[in-house]
């Protein structure tokens, strides 16, 4: 996989630089299924939520905690299914997740894992509840993203990141004092200070995953023409006088260089910046292209067995 150069992200605010504004707060609606596994809410897109506002994120489905009675034989989940033209990129928060696909890769993600599949040219995976989680049962919570792929990398090869807690840097919050389990900075993917997320990209992203305090501020210096969203998986944090909840997505504008929250409680939220790509989207179910034509050719190459087949 191609790796872009990792923009440097500072903790606080610089004296020159510009609070950004929060342009909307968008809601989960209705919760769906995707299979009979995941249990979403999809806040990117959404209504009135243009793809350039969120760009280089194509969706966001979020998966609120749910409580899964235990199964006899089976798992809940996603069969074999294709992916051209971008990546997924799951979070748990809880429970467990087993991945799939016809390129070789497998494995199994639990609370705090990431798995960062990069679908390219083609892939077949299937994702499902893992197995023994399935026969207990209990709490699931996560998000998934899909990540565009710009133009020069659509056909790339596909590509695996398995990505544990344990390669996750953890850091205090700026000015929090030591990192703990209620105040404390994961990075996945981009910067935050001096530590750097394992996750590799072909744009310049940043996931971050916080947890602040009742009282606490968090301020993120980010270039202003990066796209930022704000999602909170549980809790309450204040921005420019408005309440953003837990389930809710707040999306800022490229005013200005610095986010600032302010926790109404103890809150744990997660936060998606990126650079957009410019570039013309053709969207047709799993597959994310530039033009229709492309789209058709993902077709024919899915239905012709190009993708290759399924592992017994």
């Known amino acids: 996989m191609s790796t872009t150069t990792q923009v440097s992200v500072p903790t606080s605010p610089r004296a020159t630089s510009r609070p950004r ?6 809601g989960g609606g209705e919760l769906h299924w995707v299979g009979d596994g995941f249990r979403v809410h999809t806040l990117v897109p959404s209504g009135g939520l243009r793809q350039e506002r969120t ?3 194509l969706l966001l489905d979020y998966h609120p905690p749910h409580d899964y009675p235990a199964l006899a034989k089976g798992q809940r989940g996603v069969g074999w299914h294709p992916h051209r033209g971008f990546e997924t ?11 799939r696909d016809n390129a070789g890769n497998s494995g199994v993600i639990g609370p705090g894992d990431v798995q960062w599949m990069t679908a390219a040219s083609g892939i077949l995976h299937e994702e499902y509840h893992e197995h023994d989680f399935s026969r207990r049962g209990g709490t699931f919570h996560m998000l998934q993203l899909w990540v565009n792929l710009p133009r020069q990398h659509k056909m790339s ?3 695996y990141q398995p990505i544990t807690k344990e390669q996750i840097p953890v850091v205090p919050v700026q000015g929090g004092g030591e990192a703990t389990e209620h105040s404390r900075v994961r990075i996945i993917a981009g910067s935050y200070g001096d530590a750097k997320g394992p996750a590799r990209t072909f744009t310049p992203i940043s996931m971050l995953d916080v947890k602040v305090r009742a009282g606490e501020d968090f301020h993120l210096s980010l270039p202003s023409n990066h796209n930022a969203l704000v999602l909170v998986a549980n809790g309450r944090v204040t921005v420019d006088a408005e309440s953003i909840r837990s389930g809710e997505l707040a999306v800022f504008a490229n005013d200005g260089e610095t986010l600032t929250l302010r926790a109404d409680e103890d809150t744990h939220f997660i936060v998606l910046a990126g650079e957009p790509i410019h570039e013309p989207i053709a969207h047709t179910g799993p597959f994310v292209m530039n033009n229709h034509r492309e789209i058709i050719q993902a077709i024919d190459d899915f239905e012709s067995g190009a993708f290759g087949g399924i592992p017994e």
């Open 21 to 26: 504004t929060l342009e909307s707060v968008h």
């Open 55 to 57: 760009s280089p994120f």
């Open 89 to 99: 990129v799951t979070l748990a928060f809880e429970g467990h997740v087993a991945h």
């Open 157 to 159: 090869a596909p590509g």
